[in-house]
């Protein structure tokens, strides 16, 4: 158990809706990163936010938005939703430039 | 910019035997490594990474990796297998600091025969 819980565990959208994903950090973490993992492959950095600022990025399109919030915890919402967006989301938490702690995922499915 | 190749995506070796996962990165500054491990419908565990000093890190379970930077290389290897270390393993590379993330390589699917 390393303390960062997702939910839901398990969502089915169509094309073209908006999901939002959650995450709620391992206590005292103040860094939240979320990444997208295919299957088959390995995952993919979308972003990280830091005291609820974004704090570096990677090569997702603006319609994956994120948000942080007061008590650390954490959205992740993807709008326009296409088929290639099937996948594990994982958010993994930390202390700044620590140890990574990674959630159990949600894995999306886009119909 | 960073990368990662791990070589061979599916290892199959016999319960005992030794374990070698390979894994080369490519970094425009010096890198920290990493390697996780994933079990079905988990989070990602981390066995052990290299950061600075002593090239060959010993992690968790009896993994150990030898960072060789001549080779590029960061090579994940067990000297027993067990029955329990089948799972996915991947290799990641965070080279700019700056950035904070990790850049995964696409992973090893480790099947322990008995």
């Known amino acids: 158990e390393t303390g960062v819980t997702q939910s839901p565990t398990h969502l089915i959208k169509t094309r073209g809706q908006q999901v939002t994903l959650r995450c709620s950090s391992q206590?005292?973490?103040?860094?939240v990163s979320w990444y997208q993992q295919a299957l088959g492959q390995g995952p993919q950095f979308i972003f990280q936010?830091?005291?609820?600022?974004?704090?570096g990025r990677g090569n997702f399109p603006p319609r994956f938005s994120g948000l942080q919030f007061p008590n650390y915890s954490s959205e992740l919402n993807v709008n326009a939703l296409e088929l290639d967006d099937s996948a594990l989301y994982l958010c993994?938490?930390?202390?700044?430039?620590?140890?990574?702690?990674f959630g159990s995922g949600t894995q999306l499915s886009v119909l | 910019a960073q990368s990662v190749t791990q070589l061979g995506s599916h290892v199959s070796v016999s319960e005992g035997a030794l374990v070698l996962l390979r894994c080369n990165y490519s970094?425009?500054?010096?890198?920290?490594l990493f390697w996780y491990v994933q079990y079905p419908n988990q989070g990602l565990q981390l066995l052990l990474k290299?950061?600075?000093?002593?090239?060959l890190v010993k992690g968790i379970n009896g993994f150990e990796a030898e960072f060789k930077k001549s080779e590029t290389s960061f090579h994940l290897t067990k000297p027993s297998a067990h029955m329990s270390d089948a799972a996915e393993y991947f290799c990641?590379?965070?080279?700019?600091?700056?950035?904070?993330?990790?850049?995964f390589g696409s992973g090893t699917r480790l099947q322990v025969q008995p």
């Open positions: 993994a938490s930390s202390l700044k430039n620590e140890k990574l702690f």
């Open positions: 206590s005292g973490h103040n860094t």
């Open positions: 936010y830091y005291r609820e600022e974004e704090n």
């Open positions: 970094s425009s500054v010096p890198p920290y």
């Open positions: 290299y950061t600075t000093g002593a090239t």
């Open positions: 990641a590379v965070r080279g700019d600091t700056g950035r904070r993330a990790l850049t």
